[in-house]
């Protein structure tokens, strides 16, 4: 988790038509998008995750 995993993010259909125009930056940045897009549902989960033991933490502690 905290150090870099190169990863593919591309489906198969993607992956092709893009190296097929031969621009490596591009293909870089699809999969950077891509990556981006499925990291903010787990982030959101984690933050709600959060908020919901603190609420039980502190509802325990008054008691």
């Given amino acids: ?4 995993i190169s990863t593919y993010g591309q489906c198969a259909m993607c992956r ?3 190296e ?3 621009n490596k ?3 870089e940045a699809v999969n950077d998008g891509i990556v ?4 903010i549902p787990y ?3 984690a933050v709600i995750g959060f908020a919901i033991y ?6 325990d502690r008054k008691v």
């Fill in 36 to 39: 981006f897009l499925m990291a």
């Fill in 20 to 22: 097929s125009s031969g």
């Fill in 43 to 45: 982030i959101l989960v």
């Fill in 1 to 4: 988790m905290f150090f870099g």
């Fill in 54 to 59: 603190r609420m039980y933490y502190k509802k």
């Fill in 16 to 18: 092709a038509a893009l």
């Fill in 25 to 27: 930056t591009k293909v």
